[in-house]
């Protein structure tokens, strides 16, 4: 199973956020799925780095990446994105991470944005929550 994860959980667990990180390493742990991500994932991480010259930040991110499963954003799922933004009201980044995940068969999508809930249903896991 892979679980993707949203930009905001990548975040928090490379930038080692003081009390987020450690439960997202915790959830790791217990779990044999692998790690999904999108180019639009990336794009989101790495934006603050690059723009702040901060090539150690840099540095971790891409290492990340390289160890986990980047999953292409094809024509298919900006069509389902299209579809989820309309039915559910999210936003267009939202919808194109939900949108990759179910296309790509993920078992969970990791995030901590309520918001995406209702559209992704039970495959929304927020791991922040105790």
């Not at 994860?5 to 928090?12: S, T, V």
């Not at 603050?48 to 024509?75: A, G, H, V, Y």
């Amino acid at each position: 199973m892979d679980i993707y994860f949203d930009a905001c959980i990548a975040i928090y667990l490379i930038e080692e956020h003081p009390i987020y990180a450690p439960i997202i390493e915790a959830k790791l742990r217990n779990s044999t799925a692998r790690i999904a991500y999108s180019p639009l994932v990336e794009m989101e991480c790495l934006v603050l780095p690059l723009r702040q010259k901060n090539s150690e930040l840099t540095s971790r991110f891409k290492r990340f990446f390289e160890l986990n499963r980047r999953l292409p954003i094809s024509d298919e799922v900006f069509i389902s994105a299209t579809d989820l933004r309309a039915q559910h009201g999210i936003k267009t980044p939202d919808a194109l991470h939900l949108a990759t995940a179910q296309h790509h068969g993920c078992g969970q999508f990791w995030t901590n944005d309520d918001r995406l809930n209702k559209a992704a249903g039970s495959m929304a896991v927020n791991v922040l929550l105790a």
